[in-house]
């Protein structure tokens, strides 16, 4: 089946259905713009004539691609047939339904409608339909001009044959298609929740501030740290999202939502939106002090272990002893160790070993701010690696490590629940949601017997559900 519509309908003209129609018409198709709000669709189509003639004078399109894109979009007072339906109105089971049975008594039976949904059940969306086979999910990322990922989702129904003609043609209007199974958040809403879920826990056991998080996982890579990104999106879109997962996973207290986010809510501290979330706006995230460099005050230490990140201590350490055979990385000295975090608080080690220890977060940069926590020089250790040192309180997992293994550990469920392949989990975070690394990649790099420890250790800590190991990821141990 190839899908090639010469009318194609865009119901819904809010931010998401005005760009679908953006990206539907500059690769030359001629594009239906319906709303049902009185004048909607007139003024989405007066926006885009804006955006596309800004586009133009800054020299990121010609006046004539522009001017073409405009005239194949053109906004209608009613539905109207086409040979593909694009849904992107409010996000409501109800809602969607009764627009697809409108649909349906106006549609020839070959039309294909895809919706835009980014976490209601495609399968549930298209019970009752005289031809369910033929609804799919079509989920773009905003801003859907700019970002490359779409995910197609295939309901319980929907016909093989649909779902691989959608991805055909979102390849031809330059997308990025991964297949989705139909189930709560698909790939990305799903992957993604202990990004924001780890640092509202955080926040909700006092261990670090917003802005400690937040400098922490930019320096990770991430391009927004979890408090300001909940604050961008608005807290009462996230924790909505939040609970509906909860909700749709028969309340899995892996997925449970934060008190914390639901008390910004109720204040109606909704973020950006609102001039206050974790932050206050326009100002934002405050600045972080880089604080003195103070010299360690230890003449000799020793770097302990092997890998990358001991060869970067020695080499940054020239005068340290190597000790090779440890079964850690770190640095030692009279009294004192500094351990990389294996998801042990530094106050365990104390009470095994003796020595003062301070453990640090994982690394994955060679400059930026590091979480730590404990007694010991491990301010000034970590200022020789080029790193800026965060204290936060003493919690296992820290801020980085913490966060990276559940993101691994959610995607090794997602995949043995046949919701994606590792593949498409990768593509999906990187290219829905920008990660610096795909969660396959970031195991890859820290090796799955440090993250299934890490998440053991997490999860005898805290005593739940939330931190059990996927056994798709336990089982690449054997």
Same mark, same amino acid.
Request: charged share 20%; glycine share 8%.
């Given at each position: ?62 006046? *004539?691609? %522009?001017? @073409? ?8 007072? #009613? /539905?109207? +047939?086409?040979?593909? &339906? !694009?849904?992107?109105?409010? *996000?409501? %089971?109800? @809602? ?8 349906? #008594? /106006?549609? +020839?039976?070959?039309? &294909? !409608? ?365």
């Amino acid at each position: 089946m190839t899908l090639d519509p010469a009318r194609l309908l865009v119901v819904g003209a809010g931010l998401m259905g005005a760009g679908i129609a953006q990206v539907a018409a500059q690769a030359g198709h001629d594009v239906l713009l319906f709303d049902a709000r009185a004048g909607a669709a007139q003024a989405a189509h007066a926006q885009l004539a804006q955006s596309l003639h800004g586009l133009a004078a800054k020299g990121k399109l010609t006046t *004539e691609v %522009a001017a @073409a894109t405009l005239s194949r979009i053109r906004p209608v007072a #009613a /539905l109207q +047939p086409a040979d593909l &339906v !694009i849904e992107a109105i409010v *996000e409501d %089971a109800d @809602a969607k339904r009764a627009l697809f049975a409108e649909l349906e #008594a /106006l549609l +020839p039976p070959e039309a &294909v !409608i895809a919706t835009n949904t980014s976490s209601i059940s495609v399968t549930a969306l298209a019970r009752g339909l005289r031809h369910p086979e033929r609804l799919v999910g079509l989920h773009f990322f905003n801003p859907v001009p700019v970002m490359k990922l779409v995910e197609v989702v295939w309901g319980l129904a929907t016909s093989p044959d649909v779902a691989h003609a959608v991805t055909d043609l979102a390849s031809r209007w330059g997308k990025t298609a991964v297949h989705a199974r139909s189930t709560p958040g698909f790939i990305v809403n799903r992957i993604a929740r202990p990004f924001y879920a780890e640092a509202l826990a955080l926040l909700q056991d006092h261990a670090a501030m917003p802005e400690v998080i937040d400098a922490c996982l930019r320096a990770a890579g991430f391009r927004m740290g979890p408090c300001e990104l909940m604050d961008l999106i608005g807290h009462d879109t996230n924790l909505a999202v939040t609970k509906s997962v909860f909700e749709a996973n028969f309340y899995d207290r892996r997925f449970t939502p934060s008190l914390v986010q639901q008390e910004l809510v109720d204040a109606g501290y909704l973020g950006r939106k609102s001039g206050r979330g974790f932050y206050r706006y326009p100002d934002g995230a405050p600045t972080l002090p880089t604080g003195h460099v103070v010299p360690p005050r230890t003449a000799q230490v020793v770097v302990h272990g092997r890998g990358a990140l001991a060869e970067r201590f020695a080499a940054n350490i020239p005068e340290a002893v190597r000790e090779l055979d440890s079964d850690w990385v770190g640095l030692s000295g009279r009294g004192w160790e500094l351990r990389q975090t294996d998801g042990r608080c530094a106050r365990e080690f104390e009470s095994d070993f003796g020595p003062r220890v301070a453990v640090f977060d994982l690394p994955l940069a060679p400059v930026g701010d590091i979480a730590y926590a404990g007694d010991g020089e491990a301010a000034q250790w970590l200022r020789r690696l080029g790193l800026v040192p965060r204290e936060m309180v003493d919690r296992p997992g820290l801020i980085v490590a913490r966060t990276i293994a559940m993101l691994i550990n959610e995607a090794h469920d997602a995949v043995q629940q046949g919701v994606c392949s590792e593949e498409g989990a990768d593509l999906a975070m990187k290219l829905g949601v920008n990660y610096p690394a795909g969660p396959f990649e970031w195991l890859a790099f820290w090796g799955a017997g440090p993250v299934v420890q890490l998440l053991d250790r997490l999860d005898a800590y805290y005593r739940g559900e939330r931190y059990r190991v996927s056994p798709y990821l336990r089982h690449t141990l054997t």
